[in-house]
């Protein structure tokens, strides 16, 4: 028995044992007479049974006197035979058993605790966790003990508690976010993930680059630990982690390894009819890739079959800190030719075996549409290419791969032009130039030619810019007058506004949906009032949607003198009216003077002719079926543009005054 009890000492609800004592004596005194009158009633029965009877009561006797100093013993107090921790509660009252546990576990609080992984260690503290220790709950649990649960259950473990303690653990509450910051500062030093092998190309030689085991923290246990830790006589907690395997261990990239090195082993060469190409040991050096490929389906292994390897040292390190090493699929490491990097360098060298496709066109005249069939191409397959280049090199001793070609299919076939919907003229406009300035006249044709066959999906939105893109010397474009802040200034494309304007009216006329339009920044008596449109890369744009079920084409003719764009497509059956206001807004354009002394004194030469800034509106209805689909205003204001002229300073020095002066 664990605890002895002084009966006579100890204070049950207001009374002492003592009396209980007394109580006990008459009990027992009345039990003796009671047994005597039975003795003397059985002294009829037989033997067998006046023994049976006398030893049944014997036992009930002892069981109610065992009964009695159970409940003597832990009546409003803890049963005893418990302990909490190291601490006996058992038969103290709760105050008692919470004073005795703060005394003992309380000042364990205060003092740090380390925790330890190999060489490191990291120390901390109740304050730093927000531990504390809640006795109370301790207590309660105590006090548990024989008082809940069935009547059998609780007898049953009041009896076991004479002869076996029970011992309740001990450990602190935490906050979890103080323990999960503090896990995470461990984390960052000890953990670190897995690294398969892997072969490194250098140059036109490859190496292996071993696989490392990652490490995990064990943070439930580790949780546990601090717990338990903040208020053991020990200091030190241990840190446990799992070593976990990796996917592929050095022997599964061994063959990878040799195949690598295979390849880098010299040139090799691809042949197709007559010609050959030449691919150098660096060349191929930049179009080698690995990828993991599954050994066996479904097959797992703890460990891999070469001594020294990454996943025998797993199970060896997860042996020996006693978690068992998770099964893992098997990969191995494989080098092939990949696809992407040597496409553009095969394709290059080899895309003269063969033609290209040619695509389906649409030829327009007259206001009809005619499809020139597209044509089929034939071309180097460099898919089928890389896959024997990767078995040539690392199979064969000839390092020779053939080529193979295959049909090329055009982006745009007939069948694919048929079923666009472009097969009559939607709508078309016309803008004349002078065909003096050549630079200009040349940037309208280049323009028009690059927009010429331009296509707008069903639903799709065409932007000027993106279309046509930088207006470059490379593409064929010269210096013209464009307008630049206001000013006539020499640009690289200038003129290309009229080509944006002609397309602007052409939209305009089709009913379709204007998205984007910006008028020029002063006013131009050759556009029709209201309805230009000024285009600048990286700037202002022209956009449109097309809003029909059809593609739209988009075709364009010039002249040295006039350029054309009309729209192909599905008619959408809209019926365009347009009406434009009188200008407002007039501003009246101010005069430069310069003097130039090469012109006769009082000669005025207008350099560069001024206009007006003025304000005009330009609304357009577009109907369909006699509905109205949309209605635009287009507004547009100009600013005043100033007016150069050239004022002669020159003096006729033939022409002398004379004068007479008197004496």
């Known amino acids: 028995m664990s605890d002895v009890i002084d009966v006579d000492a100890v204070e049950i609800d207001g009374r002492t044992l003592r009396d209980e004592g007394r109580r006990a004596r008459e009990e027992r005194r009345r039990g003796r007479s009671l047994r005597a009158r039975l003795a003397r009633t059985m002294e009829d029965r037989p033997r067998w049974l006046r023994v049976a009877v006398f030893a049944g009561a014997s036992v ?139 072969v490194v190309i250098e140059g036109t030689d490859a190496r292996l680059e071993p696989a490392e085991l990652g490490v995990a923290l064990r943070r439930d246990a580790l949780v546990e630990g601090l717990a338990a830790g903040l208020v053991a006589e020990e200091r030190t907690i241990e840190a446990r982690v799992e070593f976990t395997p990796v996917r592929i261990a050095d022997d599964g990239a061994a063959q990878a390894l040799a195949d690598a090195r295979a390849m880098l082993d010299g040139p090799v060469t691809v042949v197709h009819d007559e010609a050959e190409w030449e691919f150098s040991a660096a060349e191929i050096a930049t179009w080698i890739s690995f990828r993991e490929v599954p050994v066996g389906s479904g097959k797992t292994t703890t460990g891999a079959s ?17 978690s068992p090493a998770p099964a893992v699929e098997t990969y191995e490491l494989e080098a092939y030719i990949d696809y992407e990097k040597a496409r553009d360098l095969l394709m290059s060298r080899t895309g003269s075996a063969g ?97 010429d066959g331009t296509l707008v999906p069903p639903g799709g939105v065409f932007s000027f810019n993106e279309t046509i893109g930088p207006r470059t010397a490379a593409k064929g474009y010269q210096e013209a007058p464009a307008i630049i802040g206001g000013q006539l200034v020499p640009t690289l494309g200038g003129g290309i506004c009229q080509v944006a304007t002609t397309m602007f009216n052409t939209v305009f006329e089709s009913g379709l949906t204007v998205v984007e339009r910006r008028n020029h920044s002063f006013y131009i008596s050759s556009y029709p009032n209201g309805r230009d449109a000024a285009v600048a890369w990286g700037g202002v744009d022209l956009k449109f949607k097309n809003d029909t079920s059809q593609w739209i084409l988009v075709a364009t003719a010039y002249s040295n003198s006039s350029v054309t764009v009309s729209l192909y497509g599905t008619d959408p059956g809209y019926t365009v009216t347009a009406s434009a206001g009188p200008f407002t807004d007039i501003v009246p354009f101010s005069v430069k003077e310069t003097e130039d002394p090469t012109l006769a004194l009082g000669t005025r030469i207008v350099e560069d002719s001024g206009v007006n800034g003025r304000r005009i509106a330009v609304k357009r209805t577009v109907k369909k079926g006699g509905s109205v689909v949309r209605e635009d205003t287009f507004t547009s204001v100009y600013r005043p543009k100033q007016e150069v002229v050239r004022v002669g300073t020159k003096v006729d020095e033939s022409v002398v005054t004379t004068g007479t002066v008197s004496p």
Not at 79 to 102: F, Q
Not at 306 to 322: I, K, L, R
């Open 306 to 322: 070469v001594p020294g390897s990454a996943s025998v040292d797993a199970t060896a390190a997860q042996e020996a800190t006693g």
């Open 60 to 198: 009930a006797t002892l069981v109610i006197v065992a009964v009695l100093i159970d409940v003597a013993a832990s009546f409003g107090r803890v049963h005893p035979g418990v302990r909490i921790g190291e601490v006996r509660v058992g038969a103290a009252s709760p105050a008692s058993a919470i004073e005795r546990v703060d005394g003992v576990f309380g000042p364990r609080l205060d003092d740090p605790v380390t925790v330890a992984f190999e060489d490191r260690e990291w120390l901390t503290g109740a304050s730093a966790l927000g531990a504390s220790l809640e006795s109370e709950t301790l207590v309660a649990e105590a006090m548990s003990f024989g008082r809940t649960g069935p009547l059998g259950e609780r007898v049953a473990t009041r009896a076991r508690l004479w002869f076996t303690p029970a011992v309740i653990p001990v450990s602190a509450a935490m906050e979890e976010s103080a323990v999960a910051g503090f896990l995470d500062e461990i984390a960052e030093d000890v953990e670190k993930e897995p690294r398969s092998a892997a």
């Open 355 to 451: 033609r290209d496709p040619v695509d389906a066109r649409f030829q327009v005249g007259g206001g009809n549409v005619t499809i020139i069939p597209s044509q089929d191409g034939v071309g180097p397959d460099i898919e089928a290419l890389v896959v024997e280049l990767t078995r040539v090199l690392t199979t064969s001793d000839t390092r020779v791969a053939e080529l193979r070609t295959r049909r090329v299919e055009p982006e745009i076939t007939t069948e694919k032009a048929q079923a666009m919907g472009i097969n009559e003229r939607i709508a078309t406009y016309t803008t004349s130039f002078s065909a003096s300035n050549r630079p200009r006249v040349n940037n309208i044709h280049t323009l028009a030619a690059a927009l």
